[in-house]
């Protein structure tokens, strides 16, 4: 039953990955790449790797993913010019992918990977999974360098922040001298004479 499930969520995996790079539409190209990154999860889940699995989930299709289908569905993308690069570049991208393939194959062999080489994680129901074994390291052995991290995380964040607020990027408003404001500040009314229709001739 394992290995059925592991074939089928592989094929999926490797249908959705040929969609996202044939189909045209970015939007469903998008929507493949969500597809296969469940995918994805559901085989790392299978691994007993759901702290991965769980972050490819809720970074990748919940933030990254849905950033890109905003920005997508927001600019008007011209797909005829796209149209014509497909067929043009189809040759050499057919060249590229094989060369892919087969390095993935040479590197990713069944000699280096196989059962004998990665044996199956065993189950161990009393250590509480990957994600509880994998915040004792983080909170333990690697809690220096876990903060150190965090803390020039928060730095570049600050330093980003500072660098969009300088006084010649910025463009300051008051919100008070925006409630205060009346019609007559904004609106003018000017009275001209009605000419009439000989004087518009002249």
Do not use: C
Not at 8 to 29: G, K
Not at 45 to 62: K, R
Not at 87 to 102: K, Q
Not at 153 to 176: E, F, M, S
């Amino acid at each position: 039953m394992e290995k059925l499930a592991f074939y089928l969520f592989a094929a999926i995996l490797l249908f959705a990955a040929t969609m996202v790079i044939t189909v045209r539409n970015p939007v469903r190209a998008a929507l493949f790449l969500v597809l296969a990154f469940f995918t994805s999860a559901a085989i790392w889940l299978m691994l007993e790797a759901e702290f991965l699995a769980i972050s490819l989930v809720l970074v990748y299709v919940g933030a990254v993913l849905v950033l890109f289908l905003f920005v997508v569905m927001m600019l008007d993308i011209d797909l005829t010019p796209m149209k014509e690069g497909f067929t043009r570049y189809l040759p050499l991208g057919i060249v590229i992918a094989a060369l892919i393939v087969v390095e993935m194959i040479a590197v990713l062999g069944v000699h280096q990977f196989g059962l004998e080489q990665v044996p199956a994680p065993s189950v161990d129901a009393n250590a509480g999974g990957n994600t509880r074994r994998l915040g004792l390291l983080l909170y333990t052995v690697y809690v220096y360098p876990f903060e150190i991290a965090a803390v020039i995380l928060t730095v570049a964040i600050v330093a980003a922040i500072t660098l969009t607020l300088r006084p010649h990027h910025r463009k300051l408003q008051d919100p008070g001298q925006q409630v205060r404001v009346r019609r007559e500040d904004r609106v003018r009314l000017v009275s001209m004479p009605v000419a009439s229709r000989d004087e518009e001739s002249q």
